[in-house]
């Protein structure tokens, strides 16, 4: 045997103990994230039954919101007046459920035709467009978690709205959703929104009213009844055809 083949051998066989040294590096690693984050959702576990019904508490992002209002003097006063389902105008949630989750009461927490359609849209606009969120899944993201796009945060908010939908009724979550979404700076709840935008209660809203409301999400800082922004008047249009 040469000294150029002994050399060739050596190294074959260095690089394949360096490949499985890594290899085992890797999964000891993916096994301490895996430990640490079954640790870390059974901190945030909710108590379900705390959220089956009763009043409805401040979110997580109603929370971070007070919290970076301190930071940015401009920045309103939070709006937020939460109102149970029964005194929210059907308007509303038929207009929210057309704008964000059409098939809400026939899937368990996740839309997965939804996902790949918003999956082709994105490939096809070369961007991160939809996410083919349900009502579910944001409810949960409001309440429990933040804005991150982190796979982590993807995973923790798939697990809580299967919780979630096993342990909710569907008119519960929505009751949930409609009072702690987003419809501008600082104004969370349809009941804050339709006092800010027309000065009347959510109960009062008109069809109107409520599909330029559904037509502010997912982007209610920017797009709104304020605003007007032309993304803003094309989904309203969209919207209507529905009513």
């Not at 003097?73 to 059409?102: C, F, Q, T, Y």
């Not at 804050?192 to 502010?216: C, D, H, M, N, P």
């Amino acid at each position: 045997m040469s000294f150029y083949s002994l050399k060739l051998r050596l190294y074959d066989f260095l690089s394949a103990r360096t490949s499985i040294r890594i290899i085992r590096w890797s999964l000891r690693i993916l096994l301490l994230v895996f430990i640490m984050d079954t640790g870390y959702l059974i901190g945030i576990w909710p108590d379900w039954s705390l959220y089956q019904e009763g009043p409805v508490q401040q979110s997580n992002f109603i929370r971070q919101y007070i919290f970076e209002q301190y930071q940015n003097p401009g920045w309103r006063n939070l709006r937020w007046k939460p109102k149970p389902i029964s005194k929210i105008s059907r308007h509303m949630v038929r207009a929210l459920i057309v704008a964000e989750d059409a098939r809400f009461y026939s899937h368990s927490g996740i839309d997965m035709e939804a996902l790949q359609s918003a999956m082709e849209y994105n490939l096809s606009e070369k961007r991160l467009v939809y996410g083919g969120s349900t009502i579910s899944q944001q409810t949960v993201k409001n309440i429990f978690l933040s804005a991150s796009r982190n796979p982590l945060r993807k995973w923790h908010e798939l697990l809580l709205t299967i919780g979630m939908e096993r342990n909710l009724t569907k008119k519960r979550i929505l009751e949930l959703y409609l009072n702690v979404v987003e419809f501008g700076r600082g104004i969370y709840g349809v009941e804050a929104a339709a006092r800010f935008y027309w000065g009347k209660s959510a109960s009062r809203l008109t069809v109107r009213q409520a599909i330029e409301l559904a037509a502010s999400l997912p982007s209610p800082v920017r797009h709104n009844p304020a605003t007007r922004t032309k993304s803003f008047k094309k989904r309203v249009k969209k919207i209507s055809r529905y009513f």
